[in-house]
């Protein structure tokens, strides 16, 4: 899940500046789960904006604004309500916000909504926890399904620094140290022998941005 959360209202309104006309598309998975771009945050900011003098020509909330062929059937069932817009402001995540840019056939400035944080996922108590930092090469198998790239705030790959005390992380006292959970981990399931691989540097190559994927045809 992409993690994000609303931008200041001042700095909202401030982009808006010299606009009057406004559509206003949200995301219907993670910025809903969010709460920042679900049906909810939408009309709020839909009075928000026409209590400052705004008028919104229609909003719509996809299912997934980062899926092209979604995206595309939401704006084009709203291409009225677009084309007497005067911009669009965009709820979802960076992802969604490219994606709503790059299928908006009215050309339309998409103005950012939220500012995007890290990929992450809901623990138990509801909240959002970063545990994975899509580096490419992924870990887990040798690390006992604990994120050391991620977790580690110094993302050391063979084993803890010397600043690590009584299983908390010198960086943070109330975190837990990412290679004492991953020594736990490893001894609960007898694979304590993975700790004495040494693992090469980090292949940064398989980080190089803007990474694409394509998939081949369905047989």
């Known amino acids: 899940m992409i993690i994000t959360k609303q931008k200041e209202q001042k700095e909202l309104l401030k982009n808006l500046e010299g ?3 406004i559509f206003i598309v949200g995301c219907g ?27 919104v020509t229609g909003w719509v909330v996809p299912d997934a604004p980062c899926i092209a062929a979604k995206v595309k059937v939401a704006l084009a069932k709203n291409k009225k309500a677009i084309r ?3 911009s669009i402001v965009s709820f979802a995540c960076g992802l969604g916000i490219q994606s709503i840019k790059e299928n908006d056939r009215e050309g339309k400035f998409v103005h950012t909504g ?10 138990k108590d509801g909240t959002f926890q970063e545990r994975c930092s899509a580096c490419g090469e992924c870990v887990l198998e040798e690390t006992g399904g604990i994120c050391a790239i991620t977790r580690c ?12 005390d009584k299983g908390k992380c010198e960086v943070d006292k109330d975190r837990d140290c990412a290679w ?8 609960e399931h007898k694979k304590l022998h993975l700790l004495k691989d040494i693992h090469l540097p980090k292949d ?13 045809p369905a047989s």
Not at 153 to 164: A, E, H, I, M, V
Request: proline content about 5%; overall charge positive; hydrophobic content about 25%.
């Open 114 to 123: 939220c500012d995007t944080l890290f990929m992450g996922a809901i623990d």
């Open 19 to 21: 606009e009057n006309k």
């Open 29 to 55: 998975e993670c910025s809903t789960t969010c709460r920042t771009g679900g049906e909810k945050e939408v009309q709020q900011m839909k009075e928000l904006l026409e209590k400052n003098g705004k008028t």
């Open 84 to 86: 007497e817009a005067d």
């Open 153 to 164: 705030p110094k993302g050391l790959l063979d084993g803890p620094c010397g600043g690590t």
């Open 204 to 216: 940064y190559s398989k980080m190089s941005k803007p990474r694409k994927l394509t998939l081949p």
């Open 180 to 187: 004492t959970l991953i020594y736990k981990a490893l001894k």
